[in-house]
Structure formats: structure tokens, C-alpha cells
């Protein structure tokens, strides 16, 4: 088996990757005769990629990507100022972030996530509390947006966190 990313440089088009997965045919002896597989171009992914890199990491307040699919949740180092996360990367996220909700708050975050994932509403604005450091609990406020797949079944959600104890809000 083989596969590869294939960087090349189009001059017309600029740079493009490729990806390559296949088999190697041999003769009796063992040396290669030739191989077979399929070529996808995967540009589109591989800069949308590196978007949303530029975008969590650039960003003067925190941001977040939540893949609902994959159970992933990116967030971007700004949210050190507010927390004490081990990773920049949640994962398993529905378990990981749930715990980092105050166990008071966490219905409430359940039913306030209710309308967008249930395909009421793709917008969101949330406010509780999270544990901050040595526990002390910190009030954000979560704002985004719902992407959907073609089944209208939510499958990615992005937005920033704002820390209200540091606006002066609570």
C-alpha cells in the first residue's frame, strides 16, 4: 500500500495537493511493475485547513471550532487567559467541555443547546459559569453559529467566549 500528500506548484493556478492511495504491482521476482490507485485534489481542504488555523490563532479573543461529528472542539489559545485547559484540543468534547461546565450550570447549557441541535435555531448565546482557576468559577458568554449536513442534522459549530467576571458583568 501507498499513500502520499503531493505538494505541487501549478504556474496558472498556484500551489496544489494532491492525495494518492494505491498498490504497487509486482512481478515473481519482487520488483515493482506498476501502480495502481486513485489522485484526489485536496487544495480545497488543505487551505480551508490552514484558514481555520490563522483564524483560532489570530484571533484577540477566543474562538472556537466544534465538530460534532468527530466530537472535536479547537480553541484558540486566548481561552488561557480565561481558563486553565490542559489542551488547546477537546476530545472526546461532549465529555470534556460538559466537566468544565459548573455542575449547577450544566442543565441549563443542556437546554439552552437544545434549540440548535434540535434545528430550531442555527445562532446561539449562552451564558454560565465555567472552573477557572482552583476552581473558581468564571462567567462566559458563548456566541456562534450551526453549520448542517445535507440531513439538517447539525455538524459543526463555531463562535467565541467572552469572560463576563472580566467585563464586569457578573
Given at each position: 500500500?501507498m499513500?502520499?500528500?503531493?505538494?505541487?506548484h501549478?504556474?496558472?493556478q498556484?500551489v496544489?495537493?494532491?492525495?494518492?492511495?494505491g498498490?504497487?504491482?509486482?512481478?515473481?521476482?519482487?520488483k515493482?511493475e506498476?501502480?495502481?490507485?486513485?489522485?484526489?485534489?485536496?487544495?480545497?481542504?488543505?487551505?480551508?485547513?490552514k484558514?481555520?488555523?490563522?483564524?483560532?490563532?489570530?484571533?484577540?479573543?477566543c474562538v472556537f471550532?466544534?465538530?460534532?461529528?468527530?466530537?472535536?472542539?479547537?480553541?484558540?489559545?486566548?481561552?488561557?487567559?480565561?481558563?486553565?485547559?490542559p489542551?488547546?484540543?477537546l476530545?472526546?468534547?461532549s465529555?470534556v467541555?460538559?466537566?468544565?461546565?459548573?455542575?449547577?450550570?450544566?442543565?441549563?447549557?443542556?437546554?439552552l443547546?437544545?434549540?440548535?441541535?434540535?434545528?430550531?435555531t442555527?445562532?446561539?448565546?449562552?451564558?454560565?459559569?465555567?472552573?477557572?482557576?482552583?476552581?473558581?468559577?468564571?462567567?462566559?458568554?458563548?456566541?456562534?453559529?450551526?453549520?448542517?449536513?445535507?440531513?439538517?442534522?447539525?455538524?459543526?459549530?463555531?463562535?467565541?467566549?467572552?469572560?463576563?467576571?472580566?467585563?464586569?458583568?457578573?
Amino acid at each position: 500500500d501507498m499513500h502520499a500528500i503531493i505538494r505541487m506548484h501549478n504556474p496558472s493556478q498556484g500551489v496544489a495537493y494532491l492525495q494518492y492511495h494505491g498498490k504497487t504491482a509486482r512481478d515473481h521476482s519482487g520488483k515493482n511493475e506498476f501502480l495502481a490507485g486513485t489522485v484526489v485534489d485536496i487544495t480545497g481542504e488543505i487551505q480551508a485547513r490552514k484558514t481555520n488555523r490563522l483564524i483560532i490563532e489570530g484571533a484577540t479573543e477566543c474562538v472556537f471550532v466544534l465538530d460534532l461529528q468527530h466530537d472535536t472542539m479547537q480553541l484558540s489559545p486566548k481561552i488561557r487567559d480565561i481558563l486553565p485547559v490542559p489542551s488547546l484540543n477537546l476530545r472526546p468534547a461532549s465529555e470534556v467541555f460538559l466537566e468544565m461546565i459548573y455542575v449547577e450550570d450544566r442543565e441549563r447549557y443542556l437546554g439552552l443547546m437544545e434549540p440548535l441541535l434540535s434545528g430550531e435555531t442555527d445562532d446561539y448565546s449562552l451564558e454560565f459559569r465555567l472552573y477557572g482557576r482552583g476552581g473558581k468559577p468564571v462567567w462566559i458568554a458563548m456566541r456562534g453559529t450551526c453549520e448542517r449536513d445535507d440531513t439538517g442534522a447539525p455538524s459543526m459549530v463555531a463562535g467565541s467566549v467572552f469572560d463576563l467576571d472580566s467585563m464586569g458583568e457578573y
